[in-house]
């Protein structure tokens, strides 16, 4: 049964779950977030929109000479109206919120900081306006408001009164540096991706529309897709001179990536924690593929030969993968609810592949998230990256479209992971303050690989290794990351590793090269360590609580949180569930 609810009658519910508690407090918080949502809606509608907040459906970036200042300016005043709301706040859980509120504003000050003092400003402007505009047209954003996309995309083209191209601004944030030595390019390999997906995310603008039954956007598509290729050929001639060779990131701004990710350790504490973790788990894969290697029938007990036949034997192709995505969510369902692992929702998951230009943006599964305010029955998709075909008709295959493989990213990014993760932010009635500003990689994927964790022991054998292979991975990615970004090891050597030592294919090899190097780095390292901290929280919890731990119970009152810190769920875990178990 499908539930649409708006966030008011969300907030309600909390009254009949399993901790009823007075909710007042969600109410006191969330007038406090609107003073951040208002700050937000003013310097990235888009996002704002995105996420749910009324009425900017039509609006677009102000990337007019002075956004930087605009954008301090905002921010500082809010951190300072938020702090003189703490200091006359009593109720616990709203002065954690503004804590939340306090800390975002803050580490955003200085993130913007730092990037003005040492890098040159360059925009991907292809990916940021097709990403606008997919934000608008998607199946589950109402019909009602297609239209605005044809508005908003005048608006990018400087054809509406007041507007000036979006292209033009761009570059005139990246000219107004150029004389400015001491500032550090972007990084080459990052241009030449963005030169090359140029005609990817133009034609997948066009796509959107098409798809629509919309009218008269022809016009203003043809415009903006001549500025959007004249952007990408000054690109060329003016931003690739100026790229740096180097991937590396000025080691403050390493650090400072890192913290905003979530992740609260030095580059050198993740690395001797990774290094320990993976050796740990390739002992377990080790012991663990004789015995799949015996159920196949296999003349190898070597864990890396025996992935490599699993991929080899149990190929999906494209016209079956998402039935088959869906039919192994129904089996890891059944395992959910046998072994009473977390209370399911009511509905399907939902399941989908990707657009070419939505696969250029993130060329990996991931999940798409709902709005989180102002829901309207809205819920998220595990989204499946475009499956091509080779030049003689077959699938090309992947490490996402085989059947051992299945089992678990099934398991992290729908269920019981991502989205459920999600939907529960929507149906639970947190506060928006935990519902959006305290969202960041660890609390994210810590949950997504805790839940693959927490499914493994029941999967076919064949599937327990893959799900032992992808926590390689992860502690993998928590000492590469560092590695490479504090110039350890080469991305060659990190390639051959993932690739010779964990069984990972090139593709998707590549791919973490590429996220750790320039798409987003730092982030890859927040699964582990989220990871970490979910279940050194379990740990604990089981400590306290012995014969009385109800592991059903535990998992759902963490994902009734929402996106807390790692701190902040372990107080609320120990505060709140801990005694109601024990009474």
């Given at each position: 049964m499908q539930r649409k609810l708006s966030l008011a009658a969300i907030l309600c519910l909390l009254a009949g779950s399993a901790f009823p508690a007075d909710t007042s407090w969600v109410d006191k918080s969330n007038e406090h977030a609107q003073v951040v949502l208002a700050v937000f809606a003013e310097l990235a509608p888009e996002g704002a929109g995105s996420m749910g907040i009324d009425g900017l459906d039509e609006e677009i970036t102000d990337l007019s000479p002075g956004y930087q200042d605009r954008a301090r300016k905002l921010i500082e005043d809010t951190v300072a109206e938020l702090e003189r709301r703490l200091e006359a706040e009593t109720d616990l859980k709203v002065r954690q919120d503004l804590g939340i509120l306090i800390k975002a504003g803050r580490d955003n000050l200085v993130t913007m900081q730092l990037e003005e003092d040492h890098m040159l400003p360059y925009t991907n402007v292809n990916q940021t306006i097709f990403n606008a505009m997919r934000a608008l047209i998607d199946p589950q954003v109402s019909r009602d408001r297609y239209p605005a996309a044809v508005v908003r995309m005048e608006k990018y083209a400087g054809l509406r009164d007041g507007y000036t191209p979006f292209t033009e601004l761009a570059k005139q944030q990246s000219i107004e540096k150029f004389g400015d030595d001491s500032l550090v390019g972007p990084y080459r390999g990052e241009v030449e991706q963005d030169l090359?997906?140029?005609?990817?995310?133009?034609?997948?603008?066009?796509?959107?529309?098409?798809?629509?039954?919309?009218?008269?956007?022809?016009?203003?598509?043809?415009?903006?897709?001549?500025?959007?290729?004249?952007?990408?050929?000054?690109?060329?001639?003016?931003?690739?001179?100026?790229?740096?060779?180097?991937?590396?990131?000025?080691?403050?701004?390493?650090?400072?990536?890192?913290?905003?990710?979530?992740?609260?350790?030095?580059?050198?504490?993740?690395?001797?924690?990774?290094?320990?973790?993976?050796?740990?788990?390739?002992?377990?894969?080790?012991?663990?593929?004789?015995?799949?290697?015996?159920?196949?029938?296999?003349?190898?007990?070597?864990?890396?030969?025996?992935?490599?036949?699993?991929?080899?034997?149990?190929?999906?192709?494209?016209?079956?993968?998402?039935?088959?995505?869906?039919?192994?969510?129904?089996?890891?369902?059944?395992?959910?609810?046998?072994?009473?692992?977390?209370?399911?929702?009511?509905?399907?998951?939902?399941?989908?592949?990707?657009?070419?230009?939505?696969?250029?943006?993130?060329?990996?599964?991931?999940?798409?998230?709902?709005?989180?305010?102002?829901?309207?029955?809205?819920?998220?998709?595990?989204?499946?990256?475009?499956?091509?075909?080779?030049?003689?008709?077959?699938?090309?295959?992947?490490?996402?479209?085989?059947?051992?493989?299945?089992?678990?990213?099934?398991?992290?990014?729908?269920?019981?992971?991502?989205?459920?993760?999600?939907?529960?932010?929507?149906?639970?009635?947190?506060?928006?303050?935990?519902?959006?500003?305290?969202?960041?990689?660890?609390?994210?994927?810590?949950?997504?690989?805790?839940?693959?964790?927490?499914?493994?022991?029941?999967?076919?054998?064949?599937?327990?290794?893959?799900?032992?292979?992808?926590?390689?991975?992860?502690?993998?990615?928590?000492?590469?990351?560092?590695?490479?970004?504090?110039?350890?090891?080469?991305?060659?050597?990190?390639?051959?590793?993932?690739?010779?030592?964990?069984?990972?294919?090139?593709?998707?090899?590549?791919?973490?090269?590429?996220?750790?190097?320039?798409?987003m780095p730092g982030q890859a390292t927040a699964y582990y360590y989220g990871y970490n901290k979910m279940q050194a929280l379990r740990a604990q919890v089981e400590v306290r609580l012995q014969d009385r731990f109800d592991q059903q119970a535990f998992h759902d009152f963490v994902l009734d949180q929402g996106m807390l810190p790692p701190e902040i769920l372990k107080a609320s875990v120990m505060e709140d569930f801990v005694p109601s178990q024990m009474n």
């Amino acid at each position: 049964m499908q539930r649409k609810l708006s966030l008011a009658a969300i907030l309600c519910l909390l009254a009949g779950s399993a901790f009823p508690a007075d909710t007042s407090w969600v109410d006191k918080s969330n007038e406090h977030a609107q003073v951040v949502l208002a700050v937000f809606a003013e310097l990235a509608p888009e996002g704002a929109g995105s996420m749910g907040i009324d009425g900017l459906d039509e609006e677009i970036t102000d990337l007019s000479p002075g956004y930087q200042d605009r954008a301090r300016k905002l921010i500082e005043d809010t951190v300072a109206e938020l702090e003189r709301r703490l200091e006359a706040e009593t109720d616990l859980k709203v002065r954690q919120d503004l804590g939340i509120l306090i800390k975002a504003g803050r580490d955003n000050l200085v993130t913007m900081q730092l990037e003005e003092d040492h890098m040159l400003p360059y925009t991907n402007v292809n990916q940021t306006i097709f990403n606008a505009m997919r934000a608008l047209i998607d199946p589950q954003v109402s019909r009602d408001r297609y239209p605005a996309a044809v508005v908003r995309m005048e608006k990018y083209a400087g054809l509406r009164d007041g507007y000036t191209p979006f292209t033009e601004l761009a570059k005139q944030q990246s000219i107004e540096k150029f004389g400015d030595d001491s500032l550090v390019g972007p990084y080459r390999g990052e241009v030449e991706q963005d030169l090359k997906d140029t005609e990817t995310f133009i034609s997948g603008i066009e796509e959107l529309l098409a798809g629509t039954d919309l009218d008269g956007w022809q016009d203003t598509y043809a415009t903006l897709a001549g500025q959007l290729r004249d952007y990408s050929e000054w690109v060329e001639a003016e931003i690739l001179p100026r790229a740096r060779d180097d991937f590396r990131l000025p080691a403050v701004m390493y650090q400072d990536a890192l913290k905003n990710w979530g992740v609260e350790a030095s580059p050198y504490e993740l690395i001797e924690q990774a290094t320990k973790g993976y050796m740990d788990i390739r002992n377990e894969m080790e012991a663990l593929a004789p015995i799949v290697a015996k159920k196949f029938d296999y003349d190898t007990n070597n864990y890396r030969e025996v992935i490599a036949r699993l991929k080899k034997d149990g190929p999906i192709d494209g016209d079956k993968l998402l039935d088959h995505y869906h039919a192994v969510l129904r089996d890891i369902e059944e395992i959910i609810v046998r072994e009473n692992l977390v209370t399911l929702p009511e509905r399907d998951a939902g399941i989908r592949f990707a657009s070419a230009a939505e696969t250029a943006a993130i060329p990996a599964p991931h999940l798409q998230p709902p709005r989180l305010i102002g829901n309207t029955g809205e819920y998220p998709y595990f989204v499946i990256p475009l499956l091509e075909k080779n030049e003689d008709g077959s699938w090309r295959q992947t490490d996402d479209t085989y059947e051992a493989g299945a089992w678990t990213l099934t398991a992290h990014e729908a269920r019981p992971g991502h989205e459920m993760q999600f939907s529960s932010v929507v149906e639970s009635g947190v506060s928006i303050t935990r519902a959006v500003f305290a969202i960041n990689s660890a609390n994210i994927e810590g949950w997504g690989l805790y839940a693959e964790a927490i499914v493994r022991p029941y999967l076919p054998v064949e599937g327990q290794l893959i799900s032992l292979q992808y926590r390689l991975m992860r502690a993998a990615r928590m000492f590469l990351d560092p590695m490479l970004n504090l110039g350890l090891i080469t991305p060659e050597e990190a390639r051959r590793l993932i690739i010779e030592d964990i069984g990972i294919g090139e593709s998707w090899a590549q791919n973490e090269i590429d996220r750790y190097t320039y798409r987003m780095p730092g982030q890859a390292t927040a699964y582990y360590y989220g990871y970490n901290k979910m279940q050194a929280l379990r740990a604990q919890v089981e400590v306290r609580l012995q014969d009385r731990f109800d592991q059903q119970a535990f998992h759902d009152f963490v994902l009734d949180q929402g996106m807390l810190p790692p701190e902040i769920l372990k107080a609320s875990v120990m505060e709140d569930f801990v005694p109601s178990q024990m009474n």
